[in-house]
């Protein structure tokens, strides 16, 4: 298993382009999640799915957009980049929330730079 | 509401003495606890977890942890550190919903 995969690894943006990040995992988890960590701080929740077709808004929505169109894939939209959205940003997945299936696993991360 | 504090965002230890990192935290449902460590520029890999059942808890690389409910605290120890643990730690409750919280991290520092 390669677990969860995100592309790219690293990426500059100038103000106002957009990019997809992207997340796969191949555990068949439901739930899907994307963070961001910005230098010295924990992690913040962007967005959320607890499932094919369900998304959900966290902690720090505004800026960023999702879909879930399978259980394998879980992309990060950024329509209109920021320099407030420099960032690394983590996708996780977990089989649930109960019953030994909470772990969540974690990509590598996507190190975002906006200038 | 549910949160999650720990104690120290900075903790240095030398290098084959005990480590002590701190957390407590507030949960009005029998949470899920999680201990993760992030080494630079590097995604976050789970240490151990504690779900109900023993309250000591056993992790890799010789890491520990106790669920204290009395004192909704999930302490994280190491009998001796070594150079290759020093990295960020996080503590993360799961409070019976599907949003995990995590603190703010701890950077354990180990001097030769």
């Known amino acids: 298993n390669a677990g969860v995969t995100q592309t790219p690894k690293f990426r500059i943006l100038k103000i106002g382009q957009s990019m997809t990040l992207q997340c796969t995992q191949d555990?068949?988890?439901?739930?899907m999640y994307w963070y961001r960590q910005d230098p010295g701080m924990g992690l913040k929740l962007i967005y959320y799915?607890?499932?094919?077709?369900?998304?959900d808004k966290g902690e720090v929505p505004n800026g960023y957009n999702v879909s879930r169109s399978t259980t394998e894939d879980f992309p990060l939209r950024l329509e209109l980049a920021a320099p407030s959205q420099t960032s690394v940003y983590f996708c996780?997945?977990?089989?649930?929330?109960?019953?030994?299936?909470?772990?969540?696993?974690f990509g590598p991360g996507t190190r975002l730079l906006v200038l | 509401a549910q949160s999650v504090t720990q104690l120290d965002s900075h903790v240095s230890v030398s290098e084959g003495t005990p480590v002590l990192l701190r957390c407590n935290y507030s949960?009005?449902?029998?949470?899920?606890l999680f201990w993760y460590v992030q080494h630079p520029n590097k995604g976050l890999q789970l240490l151990l977890k504690?779900?109900?059942?023993?309250?000591l808890v056993k992790g890799i690389n010789g890491f520990e942890a106790e669920f204290k409910k009395s004192e909704t605290s999930f302490h994280l120890t190491k009998p001796s550190a070594h150079m290759s643990d020093a990295a960020e730690y996080f503590c993360?409750?799961?409070?019976?919903?599907?949003?995990?919280?995590f603190g703010t991290g701890t950077r354990l520092k180990v001097l030769a």
């Open positions: 996780a997945s977990s089989g649930g929330t109960s019953g030994g299936q909470e772990t969540q696993y």
């Open positions: 555990m068949n988890h439901n739930y």
């Open positions: 799915s607890v499932g094919a077709g369900i998304t």
């Open positions: 949960s009005s449902y029998s949470p899920s």
């Open positions: 504690y779900t109900s059942a023993a309250t």
């Open positions: 993360v409750v799961l409070p019976g919903t599907y949003k995990y919280i």
